[in-house]
């Protein structure tokens, strides 16, 4: 069976504060990584894609270690607005000219005042 | 407006009433799946389609069935809906994984079923 690991949670942390998201697959032949956000009862929405080299958006860098087989996310400034929860995801190679898209179950943030 | 669209948004019903939940998308993307969300377990993959008349199963396809007879439409079918799929579940298109795509959700459909 092919696992998305990710931390828990949730994590409670002050405004300002920098956190640190993790996750492991299992899946070595996995091809592409995401950060998903998802807020309450709300339908989840893509965040930034995760590349080999590592990539940055604003305050937002993930990284990917395929050789671990483990993507971060590191979130700096938090800000009230981050509260929600963050979602991995791993595409891989089904078969068939398919692929399958795995989702962690992902880590809630609480960002406080 | 690219968007994805599923109906109903809410549903209740009764064990073995079969039931379909629509799902359009208006972005001619190739890829569609539909997932459920459960609390603990989070999103798992019920079907998923490359393109038009191409289905597989994900993780959790007993119970489910559907259908890729148009790009823009992936139906999701309980023939005889049973107490555990009460869930909430989510439709979403992409261009092809692979090619990195991103998924774009539906809305989401909440159903119950006593």
């Known amino acids: 069976r092919k696992e998305v690991e990710q931390d828990p949670g949730p994590f409670n942390v002050p405004e300002g504060a920098t956190v640190a998201f993790n996750c492991t697959y299992s899946?070595?032949?996995?091809?592409?990584f995401f950060w998903y956000r998802q807020d309450c009862r709300k339908e989840p929405k893509l965040l930034m894609s995760?590349?080999?080299s590592g990539n940055e958006d604003g305050r937002f860098t993930a990284q990917l270690n395929r050789a671990s087989q483990y993507i971060s996310l590191l979130i700096r400034d938090s800000k009230l607005s981050d509260s929600a929860t963050y979602l991995c995801?791993?595409?891989?190679?089904?078969?068939?000219?398919?692929?399958?898209?795995?989702f962690g179950k992902g880590t809630k943030l609480s960002v406080i005042p | 407006e690219a968007q994805v669209t599923q109906n109903p948004r809410y549903l209740i019903t009764v064990t073995g009433k079969k039931l379909t939940v629509t799902c359009s998308q208006n972005?001619?993307?190739?890829?569609m799946s539909w997932y459920r969300q459960d609390p603990g377990l989070g999103l798992r993959q019920i079907y998923y389609?490359?393109?038009?008349?191409?289905?597989d199963k994900g993780d959790v396809p007993e119970g489910y069935k559907v259908s890729r007879k148009e790009k823009r439409n992936f139906p999701l079918i309980l023939e005889s809906p049973s107490p555990n799929q009460t869930s909430l579940y989510f439709c979403?298109?992409?261009?092809?994984?692979?090619?990195?795509?991103?998924?774009?959700f539906g809305p989401g459909t909440r159903l119950t079923v006593l």
């Open positions: 995760v590349y080999s």
């Open positions: 979403a298109s992409s261009l092809p994984p692979h090619q990195g795509g991103e998924q774009f």
């Open positions: 899946n070595s032949a996995s091809q592409s």
């Open positions: 972005m001619n993307h190739e890829y």
């Open positions: 995801v791993v595409s891989a190679y089904s078969g068939a000219g398919s692929y399958q898209l795995t």
């Open positions: 389609s490359m393109n038009v008349e191409v289905t």
